[in-house]
């Protein structure tokens, strides 16, 4: 091994040690959401939110730019530390293996056509990478000769390619095939969001073009987009333990992250600063967009009635979220958790006892389950579950109780 890079020995490493280091964190949730994808009725038009236009970059010169801190790959992993600044511990991790990036690199070598890329010209004039970031990344780390493997990096020399190729480094490369290489070019699209409308036009066309099979997440393109102090308190609630009990291990989706941002932007419909309209995308965006630069006044207070909420949910309860299958229900947790919150903040006496009763109630209404199962998108719904949990934990009767 030579400066933290391991050498390439003889017949080579077994194939599970030599692909890139990927997260431990589950790619997907197991969360019943039916209605997650619903449908904007008014989306933003491009020609009033979004300036767009063409650029070629050669892939020397995209590989410098990531280098500087031009192009940023927006980072996703709930458990990294900071590692861009105003993009906070996200980190998705290099999520191809090595022979799908050996076949890309030789897909360069031989001179064939590169998929474009889409990139967002950020306020600072860097540009933000939602599409494109793996062939990105992989000419960045063949350029550099090294990529990251368990326990550290290793030397990037091609394996999965054709003979004449096989175990090339960047640096063995002949001048003619490394000029080639450095001189590919690469088609981007730079898009500029215009005026209040702007990023949720940025997020509404990811949602459209999200290509490949590694495709971003809501909640993953949101935390890109509306960096901020909302996305980051979003982040400090979904590290408490007593809620990683309930929900359950990491996912790379942060679907987690979006449960507890549903229940801080519904709570406000409770406490009459704000009336939820659908879609629920939409209504979570404009939370983000609201609080990027500054929490909501209240911000303690929800901290501490979050982690209440949490802790009694979990004494009473640890599948409390679950609704009866193996499965977390995302109207449910919604509900359950606002409801909660909402009790704590008016003083209620609770303890586990009180808190199971009144989830016992819920589960025996008709409504309830209704609400927490069908269109649970739709205002009417979102309504009636919160107001159905709300009175339980206040002690009061839950509509249709059987």
């Not at 964190?25 to 009033?48: H, I, K, T, Y």
């Not at 590989?63 to 990294?80: D, K, Q």
């Not at 949602?207 to 971003?216: A, F, K, V």
């Not at 979050?306 to 640890?318: D, G, I, Q, S, T």
Request: proline share 5%; net charge negative; aromatic share 8%.
């Amino acid at each position: 091994m030579t400066d933290g890079v391991s050498e390439d020995l003889g017949s080579g490493p077994a194939v599970d040690e030599e692909d890139p280091e990927e997260s431990n964190v589950a790619e997907v949730s197991d969360v019943d959401d039916p209605d997650a994808d619903g449908v904007d009725a008014n989306p933003a038009r491009a020609e009033e939110a979004l300036r767009y236009f063409g650029a070629d970059f050669d892939v020397d010169g995209l590989v410098r730019r990531l280098g500087n801190g031009t192009f940023i790959i927006p980072t996703f992993e709930p458990l990294a530390e900071a590692e861009t600044e105003g993009y906070e511990g996200f980190q998705r991790g290099l999520v191809w293996k090595k022979k799908q990036m050996d076949r890309f690199v030789e897909s360069v070598l031989l001179g064939y056509p590169v998929p474009g890329i889409f990139l967002v010209e950020l306020p600072s004039r860097r540009y933000l990478v939602l599409d494109g970031q793996q062939r990105m990344t992989t000419l960045h780390s063949f350029r550099h000769g090294k990529y990251p493997v368990k326990g550290g990096v290793r030397k990037f020399s091609l394996r999965y390619v054709g003979d004449d190729y096989k175990s090339l480094t960047y640096d063995d490369l002949p001048s003619e095939l490394s000029l080639l290489f450095d001189n590919t070019f690469i088609q981007a699209t730079i898009v500029v969001p215009q005026g209040e409308s702007g990023k949720k036009a940025v997020y509404a066309l990811f949602e459209r073009i999200n290509s490949g099979g590694t495709n971003l997440r809501p909640q993953q393109i949101r935390v890109a987009l509306f960096a901020g102090e909302a996305v980051n308190f979003v982040r400090e609630l979904n590290s408490n333990a007593d809620w990683r009990g309930l929900f359950g291990p990491h996912t790379r989706d942060l679907k987690d992250h979006e449960l507890i941002l549903r229940a801080l932007s519904l709570l406000e419909t409770v406490r009459g600063s704000k009336t939820f309209r659908p879609p629920m995308a939409k209504f979570l965006n404009d939370y983000l967009s609201t609080y990027s630069n500054a929490l909501p006044s209240d911000a303690g207070e929800i901290r501490s009635e979050f982690a209440e909420a949490c802790r009694l949910l979990k004494e009473a309860n640890p599948g409390a979220l679950k609704l009866g299958g193996r499965q977390v229900n995302a109207a449910h947790t919604d509900a359950v958790l606002v409801g909660l919150m909402v009790a704590i903040g008016e003083g209620v006496s609770l303890d586990a006892a009180t808190v199971r009763n009144a989830l016992d109630s819920l589960v025996n209404s008709s409504k309830y389950r209704l609400a927490v199962s069908e269109s649970t998108s739709h205002a009417d719904q979102v309504k009636a579950r919160i107001r159905y949990s709300v009175a339980a934990f206040e002690g009061n009767p839950v509509a249709d109780e059987s």
